[in-house]
């Protein structure tokens, strides 16, 4: 055999536990890690988020603040425009422009001729240390101020606007103009206020934010020019959209198309996070970058910690481990030698009472070497001591089992005849099961047969009966309908009869028309008669004449239509009648066809009771063959568990035969096994 490879237990143990102990480690410092770095990152978004809203809204209060000078201003000209004078705008503007520090200067701005019939007026204050300067430049002078950014910004909508960001060249100030338009009471454009706005505050405010993680803000205006947050140099004369890194460009560009949100960029090799909003009035951006490295510094130093202290503990439980294993090692090799005799035959091996009783895995093992030195003592001490028995036993198993060779022989060959009748019985069994089967397929094709003709015969009494209901309210409504018919004649005769009245009613008015006609060409010919006097009565007759000839036309129109109408009664009349008498001839037939589905009817219900009983013959027969089919199965059933019992006790009996002759076989091998063991025995030393 193969010398195995020795391995002590602390290498064991070492080559196990540290390595569970290093990868749960680096699970919990992973998992932690994450887990802190999501707490810092949510952090920094609702720190970054807040510290952007607030920052926001103060820019935001001075910018609405300046712009409300503007339009109150606007609104006042509005109203009192009638009713100023040049000194009492000069003296508005003294009083507005030191209403706010970041207010450094105003002007109003009419258009052509809106003040009075001067072309331009252009009223304008400023800051001159702590006074308030006025000057008259822009009315005087040659600037087109129509033209004007911050003109154009407040004219072209109506709740104002806001002009770029710029550098005052007199004073080397950032500032930015808000604008807002005045009207006139008809709607017309009259002109606009204007407040320059000193932005240096607002840049102050950037400056000095203060951000966690040592952050950094920063203002730009809507196209990326820098505002605040930079060096001075760079304030309005550079723009973040020119910066040569494209990681920061990538980011400005993102800025400056959302309105607000996060992104990433690199610089110096360093990742930073960018968050951005921006203030509504003028649409500046505000974006404040913090560097991962700051962000993440705290704990990164908290993981060097966190993996020192591992390597440490790592250290000390592996010096616990060494300690400890060499101490079961021990008592680990004490047992290896005693199993090592007892394998060389040594029983009577001596235990420390000590390591017996220990509570732990050792001492177990030492209480199972000591209990199986005991019991093989026991087992080889009987073994001796029965060996002999065990020799004479196994002679005269021997010779019995050569005696039970010779009967089991007889018996199976008197099994073998029974299983061969019991074969036959079976398969004449399956010829008998399989003629009556064939019985049952017919029984099972007229029971079929049988049910659908029952099934029919149910179907053509249903519809029989259907039909002959339908044919009798069929007959109803046919009488009905003759009925209706008849009422119909009636009618129509009586139609007849009043177109006759009419007729002779028509014939009456033509009389009478023509006799007023004559009537009416006699007073004409009187009036003639009668000169001037009787003109008037010959206009008269003459109207009275021209209405006879309409009554006697209108009257013979009527009586064409009379006629007309008269000679359509008569068809109708007779087109009735010959309706009705085919109404009646399809009545007696149809009382005809309910006389046939009654017979029909008869002859279904005398012929189904038949059916009934032959089905029921038919389910009897068949019920007694599926019977005969059941008993015929079990007994085939039955045949072939005999032909098959039969066949087992014939193998049995020769497999018993050759299994006596294997114990035979047996008996005598165990004889020299026995002897052989009881020399092999005397190997052990079991005694002291």
Avoid: C
């Avoid at 960018?274 to 490295?293: A, H, L, Q, R």
């Avoid at 990164?300 to 591992?310: E, G, K, M, Y």
């Avoid at 065990?390 to 005849?417: G, K, R, W, Y």
């Amino acid at each position: 055999m193969k010398k195995q490879r020795k391995k002590s237990i602390a290498k064991s143990l070492i080559s196990f536990i540290v390595p569970v102990i290093v990868i749960a480690l680096i699970l919990i410092s992973t998992i932690g890690y994450n887990f802190s770095k999501n707490i810092i990152t949510d952090q920094l978004d609702y720190s970054m988020r807040t510290k952007l809203q607030e920052t926001v809204q103060q820019i935001n209060l001075i910018l609405e603040r300046e712009k409300a000078i503007a339009q109150s201003y606007a609104k006042t000209v509005e109203v009192d425009a009638d009713s100023l004078t040049e000194d009492d705008y000069n003296e508005l503007l003294q009083k507005y422009v030191p209403m706010y520090k970041e207010t450094y200067a105003m002007g109003v701005w009419f258009e052509p001729y809106a003040f009075g019939n001067v072309e331009k007026y252009a009223p304008y204050a400023h800051r001159d240390g702590n006074e308030v300067v006025l000057s008259d430049s822009y009315t005087t002078g040659d600037t087109d101020i129509w033209t004007t950014e911050w003109y154009e910004a407040g004219s072209s909508n109506p709740d104002g606007g806001w002009t770029k960001a710029y550098i005052d060249p007199s004073t080397d100030v950032s500032m930015v103009t808000a604008a807002y338009p005045f009207y006139q009471p008809a709607g017309e454009l009259m002109g606009v206020v204007s407040a320059d706005i000193d932005i240096s505050s607002i840049q102050q405010l950037i400056t000095e934010t203060k951000i966690d993680f040592n952050g950094q803000a920063v203002l730009f205006e809507d196209d990326g020019v820098f505002l605040g947050g930079v060096a001075e140099e760079r304030l309005i004369s550079e723009n973040i959209l020119d910066d040569p890194n494209s990681s920061l460009v990538a980011a400005a560009e993102k800025m400056l198309a959302e309105e607000s949100g996060e992104a990433e960029y690199t610089a110096d090799q360093e990742n930073y996070f960018f968050y951005y909003s921006t203030i509504p009035n003028t649409n500046w951006k505000i974006g404040i970058s913090v560097s991962e490295n700051n962000l993440y510094g705290s704990l990164n130093q908290l993981l060097t910690i966190f993996v020192v202290s591992s390597i440490v503990a790592i250290a000390v439980v592996t010096t616990l481990i060494v300690i400890y294993s060499r101490r079961m090692g021990n008592t680990a090799k004490k047992y290896s030698q005693i199993a090592k005799l007892v394998a060389d035959g040594e029983l009577v091996n001596e235990f420390n009472e000590k390591d017996l009783k220990r509570g732990d895995e050792l001492g177990d093992i030492g209480r199972s070497l000591y209990s199986m030195q005991h019991n093989l003592v026991d087992v080889i001490r009987n073994f001796k001591d029965n060996a002999a028995s065990i020799d004479e036993h196994a002679q005269n198993l021997s010779s019995f089992s050569e005696q039970m060779s010779a009967t089991s022989e007889n018996v199976a060959t008197a099994i073998a005849t029974v299983a061969e009748g019991a074969s036959d019985q079976h398969e004449q069994l399956k010829t008998v099961n399989a003629r009556v089967a064939q019985f049952g397929s017919g029984l099972d094709f007229m029971n079929q047969s049988i049910n659908e003709v029952d099934h029919s015969t149910n179907s053509i009494l249903v519809m029989a009966s259907e039909s002959n209901e339908e044919m009798n309210r069929m007959t109803v409504s046919f009488e009905t309908l003759n009925k209706t018919f008849r009422e119909l004649i009636d009618k129509v005769k009586s139609v007849e009869l009043n177109i006759r009245n009419v007729n002779e009613m028509t014939e009456l008015i033509n009389s009478i028309s023509d006799q007023t006609n004559l009537l009416a060409l006699n007073a004409a010919i009187e009036a003639a008669r009668a000169g001037e006097s009787g003109k008037g009565f010959a206009v008269v007759a003459n109207e009275i004449r021209v209405l006879a000839e309409k009554s006697r036309e209108s009257s013979d129109q009527i009586d064409t239509i009379i006629k007309g109408v008269f000679q359509d009664t008569g068809e109708m009349v007779s087109s009735t009648e010959e309706v009705n008498e085919e109404l009646l001839e399809q009545r007696d037939q149809l009382q005809a066809t309910i006389k046939s589905f009654e017979e029909i009817i008869h002859a279904v219900e005398t012929i189904s009771p038949k059916i009934k009983e032959t089905r029921e013959s038919s389910v009897k027969i068949q019920n007694e063959k599926d019977r005969i089919i059941g008993e015929l199965e079990k007994t085939g059933a039955i045949a072939e568990d005999v032909a098959a019992s039969a066949e087992e006790i014939s193998a049995s009996a020769q497999e018993m035969s050759a299994s006596t002759e294997e114990v035979t076989t047996s008996a005598e091998g165990l004889g020299e096994m026995t002897n052989d063991m009881t020399d092999k025995i005397k190997f052990f030393n079991v005694d002291k």
